[in-house]
């Protein structure tokens, strides 16, 4: 079984051309995002792109996104607002809209390759809270757990929720990936609480250990994608 193109350890996809997954959120002065929905809006549009037809078979995204997946799987969020989100927007890609927030993400592009618009994005400025606590989730949902040992800024975990999302994605048969994808790609984000968190990553669900190329060490686990379909028995 080949390991996990989020494991730090170096293997064949180091020696692959390396691409990124490029996702802007937008972030208005007057209007940011909820933290919690920007990084459940990031995973959506995760799962989305993968699974536009664009992206599949002989579309005109399905070359950069096998090179894409055959490397490290990087993503980067940069933020937009006003004029410059307006230009990311006419860039091929999807805009995915949750209840404050608005991601757009684009075909992966080479490392060093970014469109002029996208390139003079800012990373850093992600720091985004919750107004209110986020709720309950019906335990049909499938939830993305954040570790509660990590900080990371909103962009670093919006693209480590994508991560999960993308983990559970692969895992799934193709059935479950197209009821999932039917009824929009449902999904939570929260953090674990710390008894939880040590349960979850010796459950066996999917579990993304950051490359560290970011913030974070290399090696830190960072996400689980609790998915329903991917639960181990009883």
């Not at 999302?165 to 692969?170: F, K, N």
Request: with cysteine.
């Amino acid at each position: 079984m080949n390991a996990s193109p989020f494991t730090p350890e170096a293997d064949v996809r180091d020696q692959a051309p390396q691409f990124v997954l490029p996702l802007v959120v937008r972030i208005e002065r007057a209007a940011p995002p909820a933290r919690t929905d920007a990084l459940e809006t990031a995973a959506r549009a995760v799962l989305l792109v993968l699974s536009d037809e664009r992206s599949l078979g002989d579309g005109e995204w399905a070359q950069v996104m096998r090179d894409w997946q055959d490397a490290r799987i990087r993503k980067v969020v940069r933020r937009a607002r006003g004029a410059e989100w307006r230009k990311a927007e006419a860039l091929p890609g999807i805009t995915v809209t949750g209840k404050s927030a608005e991601v757009r993400v684009f075909p992966p592009v080479p490392l060093d390759g970014w469109p002029k618009e996208l390139a003079k994005l800012q990373v850093s400025g992600t720091d985004l809270d919750d107004p209110e606590p986020p709720g309950d989730v019906d335990p049909g949902v499938p939830v993305l757990w954040m570790s509660p040992d990590l900080d990371m800024s909103a962009g670093k975990a919006m693209a480590q929720a994508g991560h999960g999302a993308q983990l559970a994605w692969w895992e799934l048969s193709e059935e479950q990936r197209t009821a999932w994808r039917d009824a929009g790609f449902p999904l939570a984000v929260r953090t674990a609480e710390p008894e939880r968190w040590r349960e979850l990553t010796s459950s066996g669900l999917p579990l993304v250990r950051d490359a560290g190329f970011t913030e974070i060490a290399p090696g830190s686990c960072t996400v689980v994608a609790d998915h329903p379909a991917l639960r181990p028995l009883p």
